[in-house]
C-alpha cells in the first residue's frame, strides 16, 4: 500500500507544470463504443499535433493533448478529470453522456469550461444558467427539428396525418428528442411513435416489427454504438425505405452503414460539420502529421466522419483559443480566459477557408446567453455503392420557437434544483 | 383474419427464432457445466473472440499489429491475403483448441475441486483476459462478417402467407440458417455423445468425476475437449450474431441473454437449453408486443429473466434440470 | 515478538468477548482509525479523494452488504448494482422532497428503504438456490434499472433522465454537491463506513451471524437445529440491502454527484462489487476492505504506471491493464482461493510465533 501510493505519487509528480496549452481528451478506444472513440480521438489529436508542427502552437505556445482513457465509464472519466484538471486543462470534450452530466456542476465549480459538441445537457444552451457549459454548434433539440424540417421540405410542407416513428436508446441520450417532436408533433400534426431499444440493442426484432406492422411513414433514429448497426440492418431486412429513415449525427458514421452493406443504401442522418476530406487543411495534415509519422492511433481513420468531428472539436478549441488569446492579450491562457473566449467565439465562413476549411461548418456565434450557436445543422445521405456520404441539404436552421421555450424552461428547473442565480 | 392476431402470429415466428439464437449462446454453457460443473461467464467473450479471430483470419490481419507497431515502430497490418470461408473457420477452430488447452492448462487444472463461485469468478477473470487480447490481437474496429450466409426477408415465406392471409409474414433468411446450423448442431453433439467413445467418456465424466476416473478416463483430456466443443459452439453463435450487427465488443454481452435461457431450462439439459431458449424468445417478444406499449416499451431485458424467475419457483431446479437431491 | 497473547490477560467476560481480544491487534486498529480520522483529512486532495478514497470507502461498504448476504449466509447475489440504484434514487427523492432535513438521515432512510426492496426481491431464495439464485437476483437488477428509467417520477420529471445531488451540509460542512472539499467528502464517507464496519462487525459474531452461517454451511442442516431458514435468510437480505442501500447513496450523492441509472448503476457494478468481496475473502469484514482497496486501486495504479510512468498510448495501457486485472484475479484465486482475508490471517499466524517459529 505504501509502496503503491508512493509509486503514483512519483508518478504524478514527475508531469510537467504548464508551460503549454493543455486540451486533455477523455477518449475510449477500448469498451463497446471503442469504434466511435477511437476516430474522433484520432481527430481531435492530429489537429493539435498540425497547429504545433505546422505554426509552432496556438498563438505561439505549443498545445499539449492530455489523452486519458475513460472506456466510456463514467467512474474512470471523473478519474481522468481530476488526473488532468490539475495540469491546467483548459476545457474538456467528454464525448459521453454520463461524463457530462458529471463535469457540470464540477467543472462550473472549478472555472474550467466544458464543450458537450452536440451532445450532453441540452439545456446547457442557457448559458445564463450554465456558465461553463457550451454545446455549440447544434444540440439535440436542434437534431429533432432539423429531421422534422428535412420531413416538411420533402413533403412539400405539409406532414399533418403522417406517423414518424422514433427508435430510440432507452436513457438519457435516446430520451432527450422526445419532448421536442412531442412539441412538434402538435405544431405540425403528425403522430409520434415511441419504440425504446434497450441497452445495448442487439436484438431488435420487436421493435422492426412494430415498425413493419405499423407502417411509420418516417422513422428517426437515436442510437449509438450496436444499436445503429443492427437497427439499419433490421431496417434493410424489412425492406423499410432507407430514404424515409433518418439518424441523429451519432447514428451516422461508416461504422454504422458498412455492416449491412448495401442494404443501408440511401439511409440518412444529420450532421453539423462536412464530410470526407477534400479540404486544403487535409493537406498539411498529410505533410505535417501523417507523412512525418505523428498521427495519432493507427492513423487509418483520416477522413472518416468521426475523425472528422474530432477535428472539426479541435478546431474550434483552438479558435476559443486564439479569442481568448485576443481578448486577455496574453498567449498562456487560463480555463477562466479560454471561457471567455468561448463565449465570444464567432466561426464565419471566411474564417474556416483561411484555416483551410472552407465550408466545413455551419456558420455561428456564440454569447453569454447562448452557449448552443445557431443550431444549425444539415442532412446527409449514405451512398453504399461509393462507400461515401453525401450532404443533400445546407445547413439549416432550427424551429426556435418550439426549441426556445423548452430550453428556458429546463435550464429553469435546473437552476431551481441547485440553487443557480441566472445571469450573465 | 384480424390484424392484430396475424401480428401476434409473426411476432410469435419471430421470437421463436430468436429464441434458436439465445439457445445457440445457450448451448455452450450447458455443455461445460455439465461436464466440468463450471458456470463459464466467459462464454459470451469466447463468443467474440472467435469471431474476431474468423474475420481476422480471412482478411489477412496481422495479429497484434498494434502492438507490434508500437513497439518497433513498423507499419504492418494486412498480409494482403484473402482467406476463404471454410478454411478460415478450420483455422479459427484450431485457435479456438488451442483456447481450450491453455485455459485448462493454466487455470481450471489449478482450480479443481474448488467451490463452484470460485471457478465462476475465474471465468470472469478469463472474460476480462480474453477481451484484452481480443481487442490488442485484431483491434477494436466494427468488422464486417459475411461467410455466404443469406440476409433479409424471406420471399417465399413473405409471398405465401400474403396470398393466405393478405399480410406477408417477415421471417429473416439469416434466422432460418441460424434454426438450420442449430439442429445440426445438436444432432452432431447427440451424435457424438451417442456413438463415439470421447462422447461417452464426456458422458461419463458428466455423470460422476470419480468414477470415470477410476475407469481410466483422462479427465485433463475430457475437459480440454468439452471446452473445445463450447469453443466450436462460440464460433458458430459469433458467427450468427456477427452477420446481425459485425464484429463487435458488444457481442460479448450475448451471454446475458443466454442466462434466462439457461434458468429456465436447466443448467445441465442440452434440450433444456432449446426449449429454454424457444419460451423465452416468444415470450419476451410477446410481452413486448401485447403489454409493452402499455408500460413504455423496452421490457426485453427484465422480462426474459422474471419470466425464468416465476419458472423457477415452480421448477427451482429448471425445466429440464436434474432433481436436486438435499440430503444432510 | 510483538504481535503475541502471552501475558494478555481477560479479567472479565466483556474483555474476553471484544472484537480484538489481541492486545496488539486492538491498538493497530486505533492507530489505523487514528490515522484515518486525524492525518489523512489534513493532507487528501481532490484526485486522492475523487480517484482513490471516496471510491474506496463506498464500495467497502457495498462490499460489507454483499459479504453479509453471500459471505455469511451463502446467498449469491448479481443484483447489487440495481440495489445501489435504489439507494441512490431513494437518496435523490428525499433530499429533493425535504430539504430541511439532515442529508445523514436521508442517507440512513435510504438504507431502509434499500433494505425493504432487496427483501423483496429476497423472497424467492426461500425456493431457489445456487447459480439459480444468483441468475435469478439478475432480474432484480434488470427490472431495477428499466423502471428508475421509465417511471420520471423517479428523476423528477426532467427532461434527461439524469439526477444530480443538490448541495447539502451537515453542521455547516458541505458534502454534496460541487463544491465539497475534498476533506468533507472523505470524512462523510469514513463515517459512515467505521459506523457500517462496526455494526456488521457485532452482527456476524452474535446469534444472528451464527444463524446465517449455519444456513451458508448447509440450510437442511442449520433448519434441523433449530435455525428458521425463512427468518434467517430474509435478514441477510435486509442487513446486506441496508449497506448497500446506505453505499448507493453515497455513491450517488456524495461521490458521483450526478448520475443516470443505466450508465452508473448497471450490472457491471454488481460483478465488481462480487470481485471485492471474493478477492477479499468471503466472510470476512476486513477481507471486503481489502478486496474494495484492491479493485479500485488497481486499476488507478496499472493505468498511472503504463500512461504515466512507461508513456504507452493509452488504448494499449487500457487492453493491457484488463488483460493484467484478469489474471491477477485467477491468480488470487488459483494461490488463494480464500482471498486476501486469509492471507493476512495467515501472516498474523506468522507473526504469532515470531521470530521463532518452532
Redesign the interface.
Given at each position: 500500500m505504501k509502496l503503491l501510493s508512493m509509486t503514483v505519487a512519483a508518478v504524478m509528480a514527475a508531469s510537467p507544470v504548464m508551460a503549454d496549452l493543455v486540451f486533455p481528451s477523455l477518449s475510449y478506444r477500448t469498451g463497446p463504443y471503442a469504434a466511435n472513440g477511437i476516430p474522433f480521438a484520432d481527430g481531435y489529436e492530429d489537429y493539435f499535433t498540425l497547429l504545433n508542427e505546422r505554426d509552432g502552437g496556438i498563438g505561439g505556445v505549443p498545445a499539449r493533448v492530455l489523452e486519458c482513457e475513460t472506456g466510456y465509464n463514467t467512474e474512470k472519466g471523473v478519474e481522468c478529470y481530476e488526473a488532468t484538471k490539475g495540469e491546467g486543462a483548459l476545457v474538456y470534450q467528454p464525448l459521453s453522456t454520463g461524463i457530462t452530466y458529471q463535469l457540470i456542476p464540477k467543472a462550473t465549480a472549478d472555472g474550467i469550461p466544458v464543450h458537450s459538441m452536440g451532445y450532453g445537457r441540452t439545456s446547457a444552451k442557457n448559458g445564463a444558467v450554465f456558465s461553463n457549459i457550451f454545446n455549440y454548434p447544434a444540440n439535440y433539440w436542434d437534431g429533432a427539428s432539423h429531421a422534422v424540417n428535412h420531413i416538411l421540405d420533402v413533403n412539400g410542407g405539409d406532414i399533418s396525418g403522417k406517423k414518424i416513428a422514433l427508435v430510440y436508446h432507452n436513457s438519457a441520450y435516446g430520451k432527450e428528442p422526445i419532448r421536442t417532436l412531442e412539441e412538434l408533433s402538435k405544431k405540425h400534426g403528425y403522430e409520434l411513435m415511441l419504440l425504446p431499444v434497450d441497452h445495448p440493442g442487439q436484438e431488435q426484432k420487436s421493435q422492426w416489427l412494430q415498425v413493419r406492422q405499423q407502417r411509420p411513414d418516417y422513422v428517426l433514429m437515436w442510437g449509438w454504438g450496436v444499436m445503429n448497426q443492427v437497427a439499419i440492418q433490421e431496417a434493410a431486412n424489412i425492406r423499410y425505405n432507407m430514404e424515409n429513415f433518418i439518424g441523429i449525427w451519432w447514428s451516422g458514421s461508416e461504422n454504422d452503414v458498412l455492416p449491412a452493406g448495401d442494404g443501408a443504401d440511401g439511409y440518412k442522418a444529420l450532421t453539423f460539420h462536412n464530410i470526407g476530406s477534400e479540404y486544403p487543411l487535409y493537406d498539411d495534415l498529410q505533410k505535417y502529421v501523417i507523412d512525418a509519422g505523428k498521427a495519432a492511433g493507427a492513423g487509418d481513420q483520416v477522413g472518416t466522419v468521426l475523425y472528422n468531428r474530432g477535428m472539426y472539436a479541435a478546431m474550434l478549441a483552438a479558435e476559443a483559443a486564439k479569442t481568448a488569446q485576443k481578448i486577455s492579450g496574453t498567449a498562456e491562457i487560463t480555463p477562466a480566459m479560454m471561457r471567455a473566449g468561448m463565449e465570444a467565439l464567432e466561426m464565419t465562413e471566411a474564417k474556416m477557408a483561411a484555416l483551410g476549411l472552407p465550408n466545413f461548418g455551419p456558420e455561428f456565434s456564440v454569447s453569454c446567453e447562448n452557449h448552443g450557436g445557431n443550431g444549425l445543422g444539415a442532412v446527409k445521405q449514405w451512398d453504399a455503392s461509393a462507400g461515401a456520404w453525401n450532404l443533400i441539404t445546407g445547413y439549416e436552421a432550427s424551429d426556435q420557437d418550439v426549441i426556445g421555450p423548452l430550453v428556458e424552461a429546463d435550464s429553469a428547473a435546473f437552476a431551481a434544483e441547485s440553487g443557480i442565480t441566472p445571469g450573465c | 383474419m384480424p390484424d392484430q392476431l396475424l401480428f401476434a402470429m409473426e411476432v410469435t415466428l419471430n421470437g421463436l427464432m430468436a429464441g434458436v439464437l439465445y439457445a445457440l449462446v445457450a448451448l455452450g454453457f450447458v455443455l461445460i457445466f455439465k461436464a466440468s460443473g463450471i458456470f463459464n461467464y466467459a462464454q459470451g467473450v469466447m463468443a467474440l473472440f472467435a469471431a474476431l479471430t474468423l474475420v481476422g483470419i480471412m482478411e489477412g490481419q496481422v495479429p497484434f499489429a498494434h502492438l507490434i507497431n508500437a513497439i518497433f515502430g513498423t507499419e504492418i497490418h494486412h498480409f494482403g491475403w484473402h482467406v476463404p470461408a471454410l478454411l478460415a473457420i478450420i483455422l479459427t477452430m484450431v485457435v479456438m483448441v488451442a483456447l481450450a488447452w491453455a485455459v485448462q492448462r493454466f487455470i481450471f487444472r489449478h482450480l479443481v475441486n474448488q467451490e463452484p463461485i470460485l471457478l465462476f469468478m475465474a471465468t470472469i477473470g478469463l472474460a476480462f483476459v480474453l477481451e484484452g487480447v481480443g481487442d490488442i490481437m485484431w483491434g477494436a474496429d466494427i468488422k464486417k462478417l459475411d461467410v455466404g450466409l443469406p440476409q433479409g426477408i424471406n420471399e417465399w415465406i413473405d409471398i405465401t402467407t400474403f396470398e393466405a392471409f393478405g399480410y406477408g409474414f417477415f421471417i429473416d433468411n439469416l434466422d432460418i440458417s441460424a434454426t438450420i446450423v442449430a439442429m445440426i448442431l445438436v444432432a452432431a453433439l447427440i451424435a457424438f455423445s451417442q456413438y463415439t467413445k470421447q462422447g461417452r467418456a464426456l458422458r461419463a465424466v458428466a455423470d460422476d468425476h470419480q468414477a470415470a476416473l477410476s475407469v481410466g478416463i483422462s479427465l485433463n483430456f475430457i475437459w480440454i475437449l468439452v471446452w473445445s466443443i463450447a469453443g466450436f459452439v462460440a464460433l458458430v453463435a459469433g458467427i450468427m450474431w456477427g452477420a446481425k450487427s459485425g464484429v463487435q465488443f458488444s457481442l460479448s454481452l450475448i451471454a446475458l441473454k443466454a442466462l434466462p435461457v439457461l434458468m429456465l431450462g436447466g443448467f445441465t439439459s442440452i434440450p433444456g437449453a432449446i426449449v429454454g431458449g424457444l419460451i423465452i424468445g416468444v415470450g419476451e417478444k410477446l410481452f413486448e408486443f401485447l403489454i409493452g406499449p402499455m408500460v413504455g416499451g423496452a421490457t426485453e431485458n427484465w422480462f426474459a429473466y422474471v419470466l425464468a424467475l416465476l419458472f423457477l419457483v415452480f421448477r427451482p431446479q429448471g425445466l429440464f434440470g436434474e432433481k436436486i437431491i438435499e440430503r444432510v | 515478538m510483538f504481535y503475541r497473547e502471552a501475558g494478555d490477560f481477560s479479567t472479565t467476560y466483556s474483555q474476553d468477548s471484544q472484537t480484538f481480544p489481541i492486545k496488539f491487534d486492538r491498538y493497530r486498529y486505533y492507530v489505523v482509525l487514528a490515522i484515518a480520522f486525524g492525518v489523512i483529512p489534513f493532507l487528501i486532495n481532490?484526485?486522492w479523494a475523487?480517484?482513490v478514497f471516496v471510491?474506496f470507502l463506498i464500495y467497502a461498504i457495498a462490499a460489507i452488504g454483499l459479504n453479509i448476504l453471500?459471505g455469511y449466509c451463502g446467498q449469491?447475489s448479481l443484483g447489487t448494482g440495481g440495489f445501489m440504484a435504489v439507494g441512490a434514487y431513494s437518496c435523490y427523492k428525499l433530499m429533493?422532497g425535504f430539504p430541511e432535513i439532515s442529508i445523514v438521515i436521508h442517507v440512513i432512510l435510504s438504507g431502509g428503504i434499500t433494505a425493504a426492496v432487496v427483501t423483496l426481491f429476497g423472497l424467492?431464495s426461500l425456493?431457489?438456490?445456487?447459480?439459480?439464485l444468483a441468475?435469478?437476483t439478475?432480474?432484480a437488477q434488470?427490472?431495477l434499472?428499466?423502471l428508475f428509467?421509465?417511471v420520471s417520477w423517479f428523476y423528477?420529471y426532467?427532461?434527461?433522465?439524469?439526477i444530480?445531488a443538490?448541495?447539502r451540509s451537515v453542521f455547516g460542512i458541505i458534502v454534496t454537491?460541487?463544491?465539497t472539499e475534498a476533506w468533507a467528502k472523505y470524512l462523510i464517507c469514513l463515517v459512515f463506513v467505521t459506523l457500517c464496519a462496526i455494526i456488521a462487525r457485532n452482527l456476524t459474531r452474535g446469534s444472528m451471524g451464527r444463524k446465517w452461517m449455519a444456513i451458508r454451511d448447509?440450510d437442511?442442516?442449520a433448519e434441523?437445529i433449530g435455525v428458521n431458514p425463512m427468518a434467517a435468510k430474509l435478514t441477510a437480505f435486509m442487513v446486506s440491502g441496508f449497506f448497500v442501500g446506505i453505499a448507493g447513496a453515497l455513491f450517488f450523492a456524495v461521490?458521483?454527484?450526478?448520475?443516470?441509472v443505466?450508465?452508473?448503476f448497471?450490472?457491471d457494478k454488481s460483478?465488481l462489487v462480487?470481485?471485492m468481496i471474493?478477492i477479499g475473502g468471503?466472510g470476512s469484514i476486513f477481507g471486503s476492505f481489502a478486496g474494495a482497496?484492491f479493485m479500485v486501486?488497481l486499476?488507478?495504479?496499472l493505468?498511472?504506471?503504463f500512461?504515466?510512468?512507461l508513456g504507452?498510448?493509452?488504448?494499449?495501457?487500457?487492453?493491457?491493464?484488463?488483460?493484467v486485472?484478469?489474471?491477477?484475479?485467477?491468480m488470487f484465486?488459483?494461490m488463494e482461493?480464500h482471498g486476501l482475508a486469509q492471507l493476512w490471517r495467515l501472516a498474523k499466524e506468522k507473526l504469532r510465533l515470531w521470530p521463532f517459529p518452532h
Open positions: - | - | 481532490d484526485y475523487n480517484a471510491p453471500t449469491v429533493t424467492p425456493r431457489i438456490k445456487g447459480f439459480y441468475v435469478a439478475l432480474a434488470f427490472f434499472v428499466w428509467n421509465k423528477n426532467s427532461a434527461s433522465g439524469q444530480s443538490p448541495e454537491g460541487p463544491n448447509m437442511i442442516a434441523i461521490y458521483l454527484g450526478a448520475a443516470e443505466g450508465e452508473s448497471g450490472i460483478f462480487l470481485f471474493i468471503l482497496a486501486l486499476p488507478v495504479f493505468k498511472n504506471v500512461v504515466g510512468g504507452w498510448p493509452t488504448d494499449l495501457a487500457a487492453h493491457l491493464q484488463f488483460i486485472s484478469g489474471s491477477l484475479i485467477i484465486l488459483i482461493p
